[in-house]
C-alpha cells in the first residue's frame, strides 16, 4: 500500500536557522506529494504541491522537489521564522490522499 | 463565511450522549471528508462523499454515523462513544474532477469523551 514517513520531531531551530524537514514515500505509481501546515488551534493547510518528478513546489519561503530516484519530497526553508512553529505534514494522492504522522517544528527568537 | 467551516469547534460528551458535528463549505466542491487525528498517529481518513454519494468507510464503528444532505454541508452523528475517540475530527472538501484533488481542510473540532 501506500505510506509517508517523515522525520520525527520536534524540530526546534532559532530564529533565521536552515530548515530541512524528510519525508520519504512508497507508492504503487506515480502519486502527486504535498505539504500541509498545521497552525496551533486551526485545521491543515495545503503549503506547496508538486505533481511529476523533478517538480519543483514552493510557497512563503519553502520549497520541496519531487525526487522519483529517491522517493523523497523533502522540505527546505533558507531561513525560519518563530511565525512558522507548526506541524507540518507531508501527504502523498494516489487515489486518495496519504498523510505522514507530522513533524512539529518550534522556532525561538 | 468563506472555505470550510466546521461546529462546534471543542464539545466534551459522555459516553452515553449523542451529538452531531457540523462542517459546511463555501468552495462549491463536490466532494467532502471526514478525518481523525489523535496525538501521535497518521490522520485517519473516516469517510469520503462524492457527489452526495458515500463512496468511502475506512471501517469505521457504527457509533460513528455520517450524513450528506447536499454537496455543501457534512455532519457526524456521534453515539455512545468511548474514551479513545477523543480527538480533532477534521472535515475537507475538494473538486472530484481536478486532478490533483487539493484538499481544503476546516479548523477541526476537538471532542473530548469522558
Known amino acids: 500500500g501506500n505510506s509517508v514517513t517523515q522525520m520525527e520531531g520536534p524540530v526546534t531551530l532559532s530564529e533565521e536557522a536552515f530548515l530541512t524537514i524528510n519525508c520519504t514515500y512508497t507508492?504503487?505509481?506515480?502519486?502527486?506529494l504535498f505539504w500541509y501546515v498545521q497552525y496551533p488551534g486551526e485545521g491543515l493547510q495545503l503549503l506547496l504541491k508538486?505533481?511529476?518528478?523533478?517538480d519543483k513546489g514552493s510557497n512563503k519561503g519553502f520549497e520541496a522537489t519531487y525526487r522519483k530516484e529517491t522517493t523523497s519530497f523533502h522540505l527546505e526553508k533558507g531561513s525560519v521564522q518563530v511565525s512558522d512553529s507548526a506541524v507540518y505534514f507531508c501527504a502523498l494522492l494516489y487515489s486518495t490522499l496519504t498523510f505522514g504522522k507530522g513533524t512539529m517544528l518550534l522556532v525561538s527568537p | 463565511e468563506t472555505g470550510v467551516t466546521q461546529t462546534p469547534r471543542h464539545l466534551v460528551m459522555g459516553m452515553t450522549n449523542k451529538k452531531s458535528l457540523k462542517c459546511e463549505q463555501h468552495?462549491?466542491?463536490?466532494?467532502m471528508y471526514w478525518y481523525k487525528q489523535s496525538a501521535k498517529k497518521p490522520l485517519e481518513l473516516m469517510f469520503v462523499?462524492?457527489?452526495?454519494?458515500?463512496?468511502e468507510n475506512n471501517s469505521v464503528p457504527s457509533r460513528f454515523s455520517p450524513e450528506c444532505p447536499n454537496s455543501s454541508h457534512l455532519f457526524l452523528h456521534l453515539h455512545t462513544l468511548q474514551p479513545e475517540d477523543s480527538a480533532l475530527y477534521l472535515c475537507?472538501?475538494?473538486?472530484?474532477?481536478?486532478?490533483?484533488?487539493?484538499?481544503?481542510f476546516g479548523p477541526g473540532t476537538r471532542l473530548t469523551v469522558l
Open positions: 507508492a504503487t505509481g506515480y502519486p502527486s
Open positions: 468552495l462549491g466542491h463536490n466532494a
Open positions: 475537507a472538501s475538494s473538486q472530484e474532477d481536478n486532478p490533483y484533488n487539493e484538499q481544503f
Open positions: 508538486a505533481t511529476k518528478a523533478d
Open positions: 462523499y462524492n457527489f452526495k454519494e458515500q463512496t
